[in-house]
C-alpha cells in the first residue's frame, strides 16, 4: 500500500480547493475513530454494573460485595479483564490483515467492512446470553477496530491537501475521545436501567452504523486507485475531492510515489533490514509503546471501578467518569489548534511532565488514605483524586494521545511507511491488552505502587524525547532523513556517509 499523497506535502504550489468532498470524506472516515473511542469508554462502565456482573461475572459480584474484601483486589479476574482485553488482541491480527488487503483491494471496502464487523459485534453483544457470546461479540469488534485503525488515519491523510493534513489528521483522536465521552455518558444512562449494560454494549451499533451508511458516500482515494492501475478513475477522483480541472502535477506526483514504492516488493523486510529505517522505526513505534504506558487506559478503562474502589456510589462513579472524558474531549482540541505552532517535542515533553507529577500525587493520596479494607472516610480525598485525574488525562489529550498517532506517519520514507504505520498499530494494540488484561492483578497485587510504576514510566518517555526524537513540526515528509534523521547526533551513524 502506498500513502502517494503524502509524497506532494513539499509540492506547496500544489493546487487544490478546501472542498465539502474532502471535509465530508474526512468527516466519514474519521466516525471510525468514534467506534474506537466508544468502545475504550464503554467497557469500564459496564464492568462496574452489578447486573452485567451477575450475570456473566458472578464470582466477581460477590467478591465486590464482601465488606471484608481487600480494596485492590475486589474486581481482579483474568476473565473479566479478557473481556476487554480481548478486543485488542482480535485487533492486532485485523490491522495485520487490513495493511495487504487495503493495498489489494482499496482503502474504502476495508472501512465499509470494519463498520460492518463493528456492528455484527455490537448485536452479538446486545443479545449475549453467555460469556462465550460476549466474548464472540468483542472478536468481532476488534476485528472493526483493527480494520478502521489502521485505514482511516492513512485514507484521511491521502484524500486531504496537504495544507490541512494534519488538522483532519487529528479529528481521528478528536472523535476517539467523543466516542469516549458519549460511552461514559450512555453508561451512566443504562445504570440504573434494568439490563442496562445491554443497551451500553448494543450502542455501539450506532457510530458502526453511521460510518457503513457513511461509507458509501466517500470516495477511493486516488493514491489507491493509480496504485491499482486505475489510473482514469484516479484523475476523476482527484478533480472532484481537489475542486479543479487540472490536477496533472498531482496525478504526476502519485504516480512518481507509487512507482518508487510498487519497486519495494516487500515493504516489511526493507523496514527491518534496512539500517536507514532503523530511526523512524524504533521512535515510532516506541512512542505507541510510550503513549500506552502513560497508563491512559487504566483510566478510560477503569476509572469507573477505582472510583468504586476508593468507596464511591456506583452513580457518582460513572458521574466522575464523564467529567474526565468531557476533559480529555475538550484538551484534545488545544492539541489540533496548536501543535503545528508549538512543535511535537513541547507538547510530549510537558504532558509526561504534568503525568508524571499527578500520578505520583494520586499514588500518594491512595497510599495514605486508601487501606486495605473499608472505603475512603475522607470525603474530600475522592474529590482531590478526581481532580488529579483531569489535571493526568488533560496531559495525555493535548500530547501523547494524538502524536501517538499523528508522529508515525509523518517520519517514515514513502517505500516503508504502510509497514511502519502498521508496526505502531500494532505496538498499541499490544500495550492496550497488556493493560486491559494485567491492570486489575496489578493493582491487586502492588497497590498504591502502580501509580508510581506509571510515574517512572512517564519520566523515562520524557526523556526518551528531549534526547532521541527530533522535532518533525512543519518538515516535509519526504525531506525527514535529510533534514532530521541524519542530523541527530545519535541517529546519524544510522545513514551510510556520503
Ligand atoms: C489511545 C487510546 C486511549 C485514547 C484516550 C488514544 O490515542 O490510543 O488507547 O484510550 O487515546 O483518549
Known amino acids: 500500500m502506498v500513502m502517494g ?22 468527516i466519514i472516515a474519521a466516525v471510525g475513530g468514534l467506534m474506537f473511542g466508544y468502545d475504550i469508554g464503554i467497557s469500564g462502565g459496564v464492568t462496574s454494573m452489578d447486573t452485567f456482573l451477575i450475570k456473566f461475572f458472578h464470582h466477581v459480584y460477590e467478591k465486590k460485595h464482601r465488606v471484608h474484601e481487600n480494596n485492590y483486589c475486589k474486581f481482579d479476574d483474568q476473565l473479566l479483564q479478557l473481556f476487554t482485553s480481548s ?110 449494560w445491554r443497551y451500553s454494549l448494543g450502542g455501539a451499533a450506532v457510530p458502526a452504523l453511521i460510518l457503513l451508511i457513511g461509507s458509501f458516500f466517500i470516495h477511493e482515494t486516488p493514491a489507491s486507485l493509480i496504485e491499482r492501475g486505475k489510473d482514469e478513475e484516479g484523475k476523476r477522483v482527484l478533480r472532484k475531492i481537489r475542486g479543479l480541472e487540472d490536477i496533472e502535477l498531482e496525478f504526476n506526483e502519485i504516480k512518481r510515489a507509487t512507482e518508487i514504492s510498487n519497486k519495494v516488493k516487500s ?30 487506559n487504566v483510566v478510560m478503562f ?32 488545544i492539541a489540533v489548534v496548536m501543535v503545528d505552532r508549538l512543535g511535537r517535542r513541547f507538547f510530549l515533553v510537558e504532558g509526561a511532565t504534568q503525568m508524571t507529577a499527578t500520578q505520583i500525587s494520586i499514588g500518594a493520596l491512595l497510599l495514605k488514605h486508601l487501606h486495605l479494607i473499608g472505603p475512603i472516610t475522607s470525603r474530600s480525598v475522592p474529590l482531590i483524586v478526581l481532580i488529579l485525574i483531569c489535571i493526568y488525562v488533560s496531559g495525555f489529550a493535548w500530547s501523547w494521545g494524538p502524536l501517538g498517532w499523528l508522529v508515525p506517519s509523518e517520519i517514515y520514507p514513502l517505500e516503508v511507511r504502510n509497514a511502519g504505520y502498521f508496526c505502531a498499530v500494532a ?14 492483578s496489578a493493582l491487586c497485587r502492588f497497590r498504591s505502587g502502580l501509580f508510581f510504576f506509571f510515574a517512572v514510566m512517564n519520566v523515562i518517555m520524557g526523556l526518551f524525547v528531549i534526547f532521541f526524537l527530533p522535532e518533525t513540526k512543519g518538515v516535509p515528509i519526504e525531506d525527514m532523513a535529510e533534514q532530521r534523521w541524519k542530523k541527530h547526533w545519535h541517529w546519524r551513524k544510522y545513514f551510510k556517509q556520503n
Open 267 to 296: 515493504p516489511f523486510k526493507e523496514l527491518f533490514t534496512k539500517s536507514e529505517n532503523r530511526p523512524p522505526l524504533v521512535c515510532g513505534t516506541l512512542l505507541q509503546f510510550f503513549q500506552q504506558f502513560t497508563g491512559i
Open 5 to 26: 499523497v503524502m509524497n506532494i506535502e513539499e509540492g506547496a504550489s500544489l493546487p487544490a480547493k478546501n472542498t465539502f468532498q474532502v471535509f465530508m470524506c474526512s
Open 87 to 196: 478486543l485488542y488482541l482480535a485487533g492486532i491480527f485485523a490491522s495485520l490483515a487490513a495493511s495487504y488487503l487495503s493495498r489489494r483491494f482499496g482503502r474504502k471496502p476495508i472501512i465499509m467492512s470494519a463498520s460492518a464487523f463493528f456492528l455484527c459485534g455490537a448485536i452479538l453483544n446486545f443479545f449475549a446470553q453467555e460469556l462465550g457470546m460476549l466474548i464472540g461479540g468483542r472478536i468481532l469488534l476488534g476485528c472493526g477496530i483493527g480494520f478502521g485503525n489502521q485505514t482511516v488515519p492513512l485514507f484521511i491523510s491521502e484524500i486531504a491537501p496537504a495544507r490541512i493534513r494534519g488538522g483532519l489528521n487529528l479529528m481521528f483522536q478528536f472523535l476517539i475521545t467523543i466516542g469516549i465521552l458519549a460511552a461514559s455518558y450512555v453508561n451512566f444512562l443504562t445504570s440504573t436501567v434494568k439490563d442496562g
Open 427 to 440: 505496538m498499541n494494540m499490544v500495550c492496550t491488552f497488556v493493560i486491559g488484561q494485567f491492570f486489575l
Open 302 to 333: 477503569y476509572a469507573p471501578v477505582l472510583f468504586q474502589t476508593m468507596g464511591s456510589g456506583n452513580n457518582a462513579s460513572l458521574i466522575s467518569t464523564v467529567v474526565t472524558n468531557g476533559v480529555n474531549a475538550v484538551a484534545t482540541i
